[in-house]
């Protein structure tokens, strides 16, 4: 069936296959789970490859050696695997390789729980692991988008050479809903700096060591210029309810569908309320909120699943211009829906009412 | 630095790589013994012609530069990793040479994991570990392969093998297990060891063109500068000292008693996967009906009962209706733990509306499959709202709210009487149709149809859907 009513994490597995990925190495962690166990039923079926990694350390390299050989490669993980990857992510994003991966968040610090949160924001959209990087993030919040960002991190990653994220939470990636996968498998081509263990290519070399420090300066100013297009290029948002908003939440992932809800029911009390959904979190639409707050927007709140690690972002865009607000619960606890309207209410009357 | 002398083909002719003046020396210290062991293998390269076909891997440690010298493709990667790298890259490029090289520190402390893991699985690739005792390029560290009493920057007054433990033999580790052809420990310290040495690293090597899988040789080898000491007394060091405790010996060879291994393609065929996803047909089960859609009225429902009632099933089938009617669906399970207590609850939304939250906070309808699903949910269902009792389990009536209203339906004896117990989830949704007209029942009927793959399942499944909507009828419409 062209369309499926499918979970996140199943939908992610199979447009990883349509994307032209050969090979997933992952290592079990809930809720990330049935991304590892779609693969494993899938990707032998079509002669595609999969590796259970001993740790999520050895995933990510399973991943580097996959991408130097040119390969659409992808792991996923949630917040503590994540944790572990990054040392590789970096020395990918150093070398350009591109790759996916793919964290389906859980409630931390520590061990925490296997309920929803956003509290990787800082990790996987600041870069993460040590030196000057940051990999290119989007953030879906239904099955369908699991499925779209998927195809397109792939894009993005070849198109790029680097790592590429797709952020999601528990509840994204557990929720079922109605998806169209596209029909066709994306043509991968041939990369000139990839090693294919032949001839044409054994001149080829990956490494992100550079002892002279001029010579690594060069490689971070190319790594900068990279990212500086990709601000440029590939900012992505939603916007709902927007034409008129005076108050503004921002909010994405699976908090933008909670906002989504809250704003309906406010709007009907008559509220001018809208939401602006960040849809790459790196590249962070900063620019579009800027504007906004030139503009008539008058008071916006970040409604997030952690302790505000995106508010800081807003508040850059900001730049103080505008009230910023921030509404947020953690470990594994979502807002309720009455909660939410009465939170939002409140800070509608204390700035606008 | 060290010149190599009659320089192997397998090297390149000048070292373009390394930076600085000297583009004919290596940048390894005067008697290392990583000079030697990268000729033994530039050698074996050039004589079994792999070298266009080889990558070789060189994680962090002295030999961070391999790709200065080696003529073949070059991989750098994280300490202790190589093997996980090696591990992508030989299975993206069947049918090429992989060679990690590995110093002490990278393949017995750091990278123990990666190593082992490699080694079970039988990766297509060979490991050529260097044991010099000591981490050379950090400063003269104490490394897991450090003899007892011996001075390091980190064990001043020697190793204690109390508090460090003892010297760790990764060959003897290795070969215990199943995989591995070929495992064998030599050393570089005169031009005996060295032809034994360079014989083990094309046996390795070959093994590998072959295709026997996972070969390993370890080989002791001097840090004339970790060790304090000059290269010839270094050398003799090995003899004296290491051999005793690492001894020169092959460990596994189980290359004549084994086939080789097909060399395994992956080329996935697009038709293949179209095929395997399914994703090439585009059937609706239901003709798109736009006053349907346009007249729904939102549902939010929530599904309870004991794990193994159907629970979730139910609400899938729900929201397969959905989406074969052409709303917008969600279907939310509880998962992992919350499910241990034997318990399970979903939450549905149906809507002609894009769906914001999944959430069924509030229900208008509740499907209480059992009491504690009923005492824990009867309190969320909205004023107004719609509780479907399974009155097999549940005993009484639910006084406890009198704004809504009870359906109880004896779901397992109906579904029992025709004989599928597992079916009273059927009766659940039927009688939940049946009431609120939210989708006719002969969609459902249409749908277990369209789904299930047993025939006799689904000729008594329908039934219990009869059955249900008749006992609902007779009971409370009209
Ligand atoms: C994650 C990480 N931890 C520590 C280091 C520092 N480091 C680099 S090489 C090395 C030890 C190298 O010793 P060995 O593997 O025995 O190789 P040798 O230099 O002796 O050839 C250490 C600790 C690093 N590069 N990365
Ligand atoms: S420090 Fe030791 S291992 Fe490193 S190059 Fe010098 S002698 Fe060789």
Redesign the interface.
């Known amino acids: 069936m062209k369309r499926e009513f499918i979970k996140g994490n199943e939908a992610i597995a199979k447009a990883s296959l349509l994307a032209g990925c050969t090979h997933y190495f992952g290592y079990p962690i809930t809720p990330s789970s049935e991304i590892i166990h779609a693969v494993a039923n899938l990707y032998p079926k079509v002669g595609a490859d999969f590796v259970q990694a001993e740790s999520e350390i050895a995933a990510i390299n399973m991943c580097y050696g996959a991408s130097c050989a040119g390969r659409r490669v992808m792991t996923a993980s949630s917040s503590p695997g994540i944790s572990l990857k990054q040392e590789g992510v970096s020395y990918m994003a150093s070398a350009e390789l591109p790759c996916v991966i793919i964290d389906i968040m859980r409630a931390g610090p520590g061990l925490g729980n296997i309920w929803p949160e956003q509290s990787d924001y800082t990790q996987v959209v600041k870069g993460g692991g040590h030196g000057s990087y940051k990999c290119p993030v989007l953030a879906p919040n239904s099955p369908q988008e699991m499925c779209d960002f998927t195809i397109d991190a792939f894009e993005l990653a070849d198109k790029y050479r680097t790592p590429v994220y797709v952020l999601s939470d528990a509840y994204t990636g557990q929720v079922m809903e109605p998806v169209e996968f596209p029909s066709e498998v994306k043509k991968v081509k041939k990369n000139d700096w990839a090693i294919y263990g032949d001839k044409e290519s054994k001149h080829n070399l990956v490494t992100s060591i550079q002892m002279n420090t001029t010579e690594m300066e060069k490689v971070n100013i190319v790594l900068d210029n990279k990212y500086k297009e990709i601000m440029e290029k590939e900012v992505r948002y939603s916007e709902y309810m927007m034409d008129d908003a005076e108050m503004v939440i921002v909010s994405y992932g699976i908090a933008s569908r909670l906002s989504r809800s809250a704003i309906d029911e406010l709007r009907s009390k008559g509220i001018k309320v809208g939401l602006f959904r960040p849809i790459s979190l790196f590249p962070y639409p900063t620019k579009k909120l800027a504007a906004l707050a030139d503009d008539k927007v008058k008071l916006f709140v970040s409604v997030e699943l952690s302790n505000g690690q995106m508010l800081e972002d807003v508040k850059i865009a900001v730049n103080g211009k505008k009230p910023v607000e921030y509404y947020g619960r953690m470990g594994g606890a979502i807002p309720t829906h009455d909660e939410l309207v009465e939170v939002l209410d409140g800070f509608y009357k204390k700035h606008l009412g | 630095m060290q010149e190599v002398l009659g320089k192997p083909e397998g090297f390149v002719d000048n070292f373009v ?1 390394k ?1 600085g003046d000297y583009p004919k020396v290596t940048h390894y210290c005067p008697g290392c013994g990583h000079g030697r062991v990268h000729k033994l293998i530039a050698e074996a390269m050039a004589d079994l012609e792999i ?5 070789l ?1 060189s994680p962090v440690g002295c030999t ?2 391999a ?1 200065y010298y080696f ?8 300490h202790g ?1 190589a093997p ?10 069947p ?3 992989t060679i990690s090289y590995q110093g002490d520190g990278d393949l017995g402390a750091i990278g123990t ?2 190593i ?2 490699a080694a079970n ?1 039988g990766e297509n690739m060979t490991v050529i570990f260097v044991n010099n005792g000591i981490y050379g390029m950090t400063g003269g560290q104490m490394a897991p392969t450090t003899l007892e009493g011996q001075v390091t920057t980190t064990t001043p007054t020697g190793r204690d093998i109390d508090e460090a433990g003892h010297p760790m033999r990764m060959s003897e580790m290795i070969a215990t297990l199943e995989a591995p052809v070929f495992v064998e420990r030599t050393a570089v310290t005169d031009t005996k060891n060295i032809m034994k040495t360079r014989k083990a690293i094309r046996k390795a090597l070959k093994s590998q063109k072959d295709g026997y899988g996972f070969s390993f040789v370890e080989i002791l080898s001097s840090c004339p500068i970790g060790w304090k000491m000059k290269p010839v007394a270094a050398n003799q060091r090995i003899t004296d000292e290491m051999v005793p405790y690492f001894p020169l010996k092959n460990f596994k060879d189980e290359i004549e008693n084994r086939s080789p291994r097909p060399t ?7 038709n ?3 095929e ?9 089960l239901f003709k798109k009906d736009q006053s349907f859609i346009d007249n729904f009225k939102d549902q939010h429902v929530r599904i309870a009962g004991f794990g193994g009632q159907g629970v979730l099933l139910a609400g ?1 089938t729900l ?2 209706l ?2 074969e009617t052409g709303l ?6 509880s ?3 919350e499910m241990r207590g034997g318990t399970a609850n979903c939450h549905i939304v149906l809507s002609n509306k ?6 069924v ?2 229900a208008s309808t509740l499907i209480a499959m059992n009491q504690p699903s009923l005492n824990e949910f009867g309190v969320t269902v909205k004023p107004g709202g719609l509780i479907v009792i399974n009155s097999s389990t549940v005993e009484g009536k639910y006084t406890e709210r009198d704004d809504v209203t009870c359906l109880y339906i004896p779901m397992n004896e109906i579904a029992e009487s025709l004989g599928v117990m597992q079916a009273a989830n059927m009766a659940a949704l039927t009688a939940y149709l049946a009431y609120s007209k939210a989708f006719d029942v002969d969609m459902l009927t249409s749908l277990i149809k369209a789904n299930f793959k047993k025939k006799t399942l689904i000729e008594k499944n329908v039934a219990v859907i009869q059955k249900t909507y008749e006992y609902v009828k007779e009971n409370y419409l009209n």
């Open positions: 790589r930076p070298s266009d076909k080889t990558v891997i961070v530069f790709y003529d073949c493709g070059n991989i750098q990667s994280a990793r996980a790298v090696g591990t992508g890259v030989g299975r993206s490029n049918g090429s040479i994991a990666e082992i893991h699985r395994k393609t992956v080329d996935p065929d697009p293949k996967i179209i395997v996803l399914g994703v090439d047909k585009d059937e609706r899938t929201g397969y959905g989406m917008n669906t969600t279907w939310l399970p998962y992992g733990p894009e769906v914001g939250s999944p959430l906070e509030k």
